[in-house]
């Protein structure tokens, strides 16, 4: 579980500090904390899309999926938080 989640973070590192500073933001939508915690409860939960006892593929889901998932909430910030959070990891 560990590694899995290691191996995420290093594929992800841009993407979730983004996600984090626009969590972290005052103005920061109900909806962008909610869909964070359903991903994080998908990364943490035994039920997955292609069981994770199957080796190799069945961390292929969380590989794809969760960085997806980050991707497609950080496209849908408001303007305003989406410019802070990039201004935030990039400087």
Same mark, same amino acid.
């Given at each position: 579980?560990?590694k899995r989640l290691?191996?995420l973070?290093?594929?992800l590192?841009?993407?979730?500090?983004?996600?984090?500073?626009?969590?972290r933001?005052?103005?920061a939508?109900r909806?962008?904390?909610?869909?964070?915690?359903?991903i994080? *409860?998908?990364?943490?939960s035994?039920?997955d899309?292609i069981p994770d006892v199957l080796p190799?593929i069945?961390?292929?889901?969380?590989?794809?999926?969760?960085?997806l998932a980050?991707?497609?909430? *950080?496209k849908? *910030?408001?303007p305003?938080?989406?410019q802070?959070?990039?201004?935030?990891?990039t400087g």
């Open positions: 579980m560990f290691t191996l973070w290093v594929l590192r841009g993407d979730a500090r983004q996600l984090w500073f626009a969590l933001h005052p103005q939508p909806w962008l904390k909610l869909g964070t915690a359903l994080a *409860l998908y990364l943490i035994p039920i899309l190799l069945g961390v292929v889901d969380d590989l794809v999926l969760v960085p980050i991707h497609w909430l *950080l849908r *910030l408001p305003e938080i989406a802070a959070a990039a201004k935030r990891r």
